[in-house]
């Protein structure tokens, strides 16, 4: 006789540079917060986690004992306890009164990262609580859950362009033919903007400030109208509080190295890309997936620039995490794929 409380829950994490979603099985996505960790710097105790967290950056006072920590870094795990201790508050919150049921765990990660990267996420998880931690690549991850028929004898482009890493894969019959990662994306696009405005405007402007403007006005390409924004900050020279207006087209010239970068790695993977399976590309066009490919006009820019249709999914920032639940739902298809700690 099986109880419900006690049966194994399966998890799919997108451990993610900015943000971090839970996939629950049964149950779809449970949990999407910041990838934000407060700890004490003095007792190391955690403080607070995710948006929470979130609430407190560039808002710390000066003589506070709270470190705000981003425990991943471009994709890959950088701080090993604090990301630990992440995972451990979103199973927590997860699972609840059935906190004592080891789950099975499926996070997904940049294809690029090497095998000390891939062991560091598997100790993390397993740490956190997992009976049992898989590990499933983002391309591949968001493919199956962009709904491209990634097991079919056709090639299909995915390019998922996250907060800290730009995966592009092409993928045929259920595995990955050819990729590329390139360590650009969402975090070095708020970056740029900051940089370009302290440069140009002489102002000092948070990461928060950055990625609201980027939101908001931020484009790849700079044709539509000109839109403008207030933007405040802290000025260079006389550090007094200051607000300027900036409009589309600065920001879209602050992020011109950016986009560059990501359309390079687009182009490598083409260039390793086998002859049949290009012509399927050329026919069905290349998928963008992640939160940053939201950027107003990116599918434009990567289409000029590579000669490819490209199209944005339908609900790119949760593509990934998606199919890493697809992905552990069918475990026993996807095992061949998938590393198993």
């Not at 560039?58 to 795990?77: F, Q, T, Y």
């Not at 049949?276 to 000029?304: C, F, M, P, W, Y």
Request: charged share 20%; net charge neutral; with cysteine.
């Amino acid at each position: 006789m099986r109880f419900p409380l006690f049966a194994t829950k399966r998890l799919g994490i997108d451990l993610g540079t900015s943000n971090s979603l839970v996939w629950s099985q049964g149950q779809g996505i449970v949990l999407s917060e910041p990838s934000v960790v407060a700890v004490d710097s003095v007792t190391g105790r955690v403080v607070a986690v995710g948006t929470q967290a979130y609430e407190m950056l560039g808002r710390a006072g000066l003589r506070s004992n709270v470190i705000l920590a981003k425990p991943l870094r471009e994709g890959v795990v950088a701080d090993y306890l604090v990301a630990q201790s992440m995972l451990g508050y979103f199973l927590d919150k997860v699972l609840s009164y059935s906190r004592f049921v080891r789950p099975e765990v499926m996070v997904c990660v940049p294809s690029g990262i090497t095998q000390v990267e891939r062991r560091a996420v598997l100790e993390a998880t397993l740490a956190a609580g997992a009976k049992t931690a898989y590990l499933i690549e983002s391309p591949l991850a968001a493919a199956i859950g962009a709904k491209l028929p990634v097991e079919a004898a056709c090639g299909s482009m995915i390019v998922d362009i996250g907060g800290g890493s730009t995966g592009a894969a092409v993928v045929s019959l259920g595995g990955i033919v050819a990729t590329t990662t390139a360590k650009v994306g969402g975090n070095k696009m708020d970056e740029a903007i900051a940089s370009y405005v302290r440069r140009v405007h002489n102002l000092i402007i948070g990461e928060r400030m950055a990625e609201e403007v980027k939101i908001k006005i931020g484009a790849a390409t700079t044709t539509g109208s000109k839109k403008t924004i207030d933007v405040k900050g802290r000025d260079a020279v006389f550090g007094l509080p200051k607000t300027i207006v900036v409009d589309s087209l600065e920001v879209t010239e602050a992020l011109g190295s950016v986009l560059l970068a990501i359309i390079n790695c687009v182009k490598n993977v083409l260039e390793q890309t086998p002859p049949e399976l290009a012509s399927d590309i050329i026919d069905r066009g290349i998928v963008l997936t992640g939160g940053a490919a939201q950027l107003k006009n990116l599918d434009r820019l990567i289409s000029a620039s590579c000669g490819v249709s490209a199209y944005v999914s339908e609900d790119p920032a949760r593509c990934a995490v998606y199919g890493t639940g697809v992905a552990l739902e069918n475990i026993d298809s996807w095992k061949r794929v998938v590393q198993v700690r």
